[in-house]
T-cell receptor, first 114, second 116 residues
Framework: DVKVTQSSRYLVKRTGEKVFLECVQD?????MFWYRQDPGLGLRLIYF???????EKGDIPEGYSVSREKKERFSLILESASTNQTSMYLC?????????????FGPGTRLTVT | AQSVTQLGSHVSVSEGALVLLRCNYS??????LFWYVQYPNQGLQLLLK??????LVKGINGFEAEFKKSETSFHLTKPSAHMSDAAEYFC??????????????FGAGTRLAVHP
């Protein structure tokens, strides 16, 4: 059974803190993604990675960075958390192909920044 | 550039009634299309996908969707709603300009409520 896990389901942090969100997949997928989900906006892509140590900006990368040191692990970093980063964060992975392969999602981390 | 529009942010049906969730896309090339479902406090789960071939696609839990190129639509249907279908549903299209990285573009989502 395919699996994407995220380190925390719920997280509360203070403004200005550095926040790490971890994602691990056990499917040997090359592609990994970080999204944020907000009501009425659907999922918006923050960053993605198509190989170890490779990363590409998505649609809303400002205020975030990522790290992919191992194939199975993709970390999202909020360098200095702000209240407007309160959101649900979803990690996903997929095989590389021109659009035909679905993405597999983790359960999400609901982050609250106070 | 590809985009997705889901008509209706909230849909409410009675148990046993037809479910119809609308999705329209824009794409300059033949699209790959997906429907995902998100149950409360969970991640997204694939319901079904269209890549090539038969335009009527069957998915899990009795859902199906029909790709209509002339209407640029990929509406999701289920003949008879069940209480357990209450969830949020997302339509997505592959961003084929992404160089094979499998990026998806999601609609804003439709929350389905099923009442007795």
């Amino acid at each position: 059974d395919v699996k994407v896990t995220q380190s925390s389901r719920y997280l509360v942090k203070r403004t200005g803190e550095k926040v790490f969100l971890e994602c691990v997949q056990d499917m040997d997928h090359e592609n990994m993604f970080w999204y944020r989900q907000d009501p009425g906006l659907g999922l918006r892509l923050i960053y993605f990675s198509y190989d170890v140590k490779m990363k590409e900006k998505g649609d809303i990368p400002e205020g975030y960075s990522v790290s992919r040191e191992k194939k199975e692990r993709f970390s999202l970093i909020l360098e200095s958390a702000s209240t407007n980063q309160t959101s649900m964060y979803l990690c996903a992975s997929s095989r590389p192909n021109y659009g035909t392969h679905e993405q597999y999602f983790g359960p999400g981390t609901r982050l609250t920044v106070t | 550039a590809q985009s997705v529009t889901q008509l209706g942010s909230h849909v409410s049906v009675s148990e046993g009634a037809l479910v119809l969730l609308r999705c329209n896309y824009s794409s300059s090339v033949p699209p790959y299309l997906f429907w995902y479902v998100q149950y409360p406090n969970q991640g997204l789960q694939l319901l079904l996908k269209y890549t090539t071939g038969a335009t009527l696609v069957k998915g899990i839990n009795g859902f199906e969707a029909e790709f209509k190129k002339s209407e640029t639509s990929f509406h999701l249907t289920k003949p008879s709603a069940h209480m357990s279908d209450a969830a949020e549903y997302f339509c997505a299209v592959s961003d084929l300009g992404s160089g094979g990285y499998n990026k998806l573009i999601f609609g804003a989502g439709t929350r389905l409520a099923v009442h007795p």
